[in-house]
């Protein structure tokens, strides 16, 4: 059976991006479907997603973008402007940790560029991180190793050199729940959503997208038009784009990494959820955060140590690899030795996927083909910016279908929370491989 319809925009995906996308888009007016093949809004990798919000990033529009998408989250009723039967999220704003190690360069050109960009933080001395962090310990353990390697059991080579404290970072605690707030938000503005609906092809007219054809879960296919198409397809977003036939003439590609996140219970007599914080230590080669349940949740910075596994999105291994779950819990045990070691069979944790551009930046572009944009590559560092890249998206395709040639003449966007300027030329599809960037998670 075949039926057409049209709409000013297709939002392929709707996980927090492409429904932060549709609440900003449908706001300004525009008439959005967004198609997801899953059964609801961010059952994707954002379902996973640990939706640690911090300002990190290795580069300044990096900690800018960050910095403006974390003003979302604080604001959050005002900024979805309508009520959603399942509730709003909380941003549980507990704090960073970043630890001082070997990798001090990075951290001092992170605190420099908080000091441009106007973000608070403090400097903690080995003693205050005791005084604060009184069940953790701070020793100097690294550089990352696995259980395997004799140098993981060492002592401690004395205290971290000290850490950045931020104390407007934290976390979202249900993801997913998010992105339902974002949907009802883009419903509200007249906003569509179809699920469990795949996009099976991208049509062209005159060198132009024209729409998509949709196909349901038994089989029945629907062409769909609009002049503007918009990938948003997370670790499948490579598929859609070879689909669009606007893969070959990027100059940075994305791929579908695989990654664990691992649940281990709080330390004895420790109530993390309040004492805890979000953290980031590359010393032992790991990040944390509380986790409801009183449980502490852990993972990998990808050290170089770690394996790095690119996989094909729909055909991966989706349990937990109990080798790398012991390592991550034994390196959590050192900066946190009140934590136990559960049982290998008691091990917890998601397995899900990264879509990791060549410099882990993201891509939020134009493409080769009119009216086919691209808002991809998340690299595992994106989450906290979906406000942000909402208002971004909807400006660029603003400037670009009014004839704005955004290749020679970038697009700044200004933040609507703290009013600094966005270059999105640092997220073309053209840029060559950023030299600043960490090549990391960290972004
Ligand atoms: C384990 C993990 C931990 C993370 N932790 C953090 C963190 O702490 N902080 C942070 O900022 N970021 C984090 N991230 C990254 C962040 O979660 C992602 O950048 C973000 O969720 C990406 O959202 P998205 O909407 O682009 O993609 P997704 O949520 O993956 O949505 C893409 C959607 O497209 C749909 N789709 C794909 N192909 C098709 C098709 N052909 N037809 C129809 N639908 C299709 C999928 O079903 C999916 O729902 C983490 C990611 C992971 C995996």
Redesign the pocket.
Same mark, same amino acid.
């Given at each position: 059976m075949t039926d057409s319809q049209n709409y000013d925009a297709i939002i &392929?995906?709707?996980?927090?991006?492409?429904c932060a996308i549709a609440l900003e888009m449908s706001r300004r007016g525009k008439r959005t479907l967004n198609?997801?093949?899953?059964p609801a809004a961010?059952?994707?990798? =954002?379902s996973?997603?640990?939706?640690?919000?911090r300002f990190t990033y290795s580069t300044k529009v990096g900690v800018a973008f960050s910095w403006e998408g974390g003003q979302y989250w604080k604001d959050w009723a005002n900024y979805i402007g309508t009520d959603d039967e399942l509730g709003l999220i909380d941003y549980h704003q507990v704090g960073q940790l970043n630890l001082f190690t070997d990798d001090a360069e990075r951290l001092t050109k992170v605190h420099k560029l908080w000091d441009e960009v106007g973000i608070p933080y403090e400097y903690l001395t080995p003693d205050q991180l005791d005084e604060r962090f009184p069940f953790m310990d701070f020793g100097w353990y690294g550089p990352p190793t696995r259980p395997d390697d004799p140098a993981f059991w060492k002592d401690a080579e004395g205290p971290v050199k000290g850490a950045l404290w931020s104390p407007d970072a934290g976390y979202v605690s249900d /993801?997913q729940l998010s992105c339902h707030n974002l949907q009802r938000g883009a419903e509200a503005e007249g906003g569509e959503f179809r699920f469990r =609906?795949?996009?099976t092809a991208v049509s062209t007219a005159g060198g132009q997208v024209s729409g998509v054809t949709l196909t349901d879960s038994v089989g029945n296919s629907v062409d769909v038009s609009a002049p503007i198409v918009i990938n948003?397809?997370? /670790?499948?977003s490579y598929? &859609?784009n070879q689909m669009a036939g606007v893969y070959d003439e990027m100059n940075i590609k994305t791929r579908a990494l695989r990654?664990e996140?691992h649940h281990v219970p709080s330390p004895e007599g420790i109530d993390f959820m309040s004492a805890g914080t979000v953290g980031a230590d590359d010393d032992i080669g790991f990040y944390f955060r509380p986790e409801v349940g009183n449980n502490v949740l852990l993972?990998s910075v990808d050290a170089d140590c770690d394996p790095s596994e690119y996989v094909h999105p729909d055909d991966y291994d989706t349990s937990i690899d109990r080798d790398q779950w012991k390592t991550q819990v034994l390196r959590a045990t050192r900066r946190m030795p009140g934590m136990g070691v559960p049982p290998d069979h008691e091990a917890r944790g &998601?397995v899900?996927?990264?879509?990791v551009s060549d410099d882990w930046l993201p891509i939020y572009d134009r493409t080769e083909l009119g009216g086919f944009y691209v808002?991809i590559g998340?690299s595992?560092?994106?989450?906290?910016?979906a406000g942000a890249v909402g208002q971004a998206m909807a400006d660029l395709i603003e400037a670009v279908e009014s004839g704005h040639d955004h290749d020679t003449d970038p697009i700044q966007v200004t933040g609507r929370y703290t009013g600094l300027k966005i270059d999105l030329s640092a997220y073309s599809r053209n840029r060559e491989i950023n030299p600043d960037s960490s090549m990391s998670v960290h972004g």
């Open positions: &392929i995906g709707a996980g927090v991006l492409g198609v997801d093949k899953a961010g059952s994707g990798s =954002t996973n997603s640990c939706a640690i919000v /993801p =609906t795949e996009v948003v397809a997370g /670790p499948h598929l &859609i990654h996140v993972g &998601i899900d996927l990264y879509d808002a998340t595992g560092n994106q989450y906290k910016n």
